[in-house]
């Protein structure tokens, strides 16, 4: 099992920057991508971010935030960060930290961290 707990969540204003930290412990030696979902209220989980730890590390980002927020990992420490610029009201959300040990799903979740943009 692999255990996750995100960081640094929080109130932002428009346009503005935060950013997400993720640790994780356990068989951390079996992960092969780790990624962050959101979800807002009243609306389905969807995903963010990913970034692969299998051969050379690729990112991935969905449509809504590509461009604006970057992903970044060291696997050695398995860790996975989320910086999110130029935030937007529809950015609020939940925001949790993922991860893969097969390499087909998303079979670790961390607990959330809230992000709120509102100025």
């Known amino acids: 099992q692999v255990q996750l707990v995100e960081s640094g969540g929080g109130l932002v204003q428009p346009g503005g920057s935060l950013g997400l930290s993720c640790g994780a412990s356990?068989?951390?030696?079996?992960?092969?991508?780790m990624g962050w979902f959101r979800q807002a209220p009243g609306k389905e989980r969807e995903f963010v971010a990913a970034?692969?730890?299998?051969?050379?590390?690729?990112?991935f980002y969905s449509n809504s935030v590509k461009d604006r927020f970057t992903i970044s990992g060291d696997k050695e420490n398995s860790t996975v960060y989320l910086q999110m610029n130029s935030v937007k009201p529809e950015d609020t959300a939940v925001y949790y930290c993922?991860?893969?040990?097969?390499?087909?799903?998303?079979?670790?979740w961390g607990r959330g961290s809230q992000v709120t943009v509102t100025s």
């Open positions: 356990g068989r951390t030696f079996s992960i092969k991508r």
């Open positions: 970034l692969t730890y299998t051969g050379r590390p690729t990112t």
């Open positions: 993922v991860a893969d040990q097969i390499g087909n799903r998303w079979d670790s």
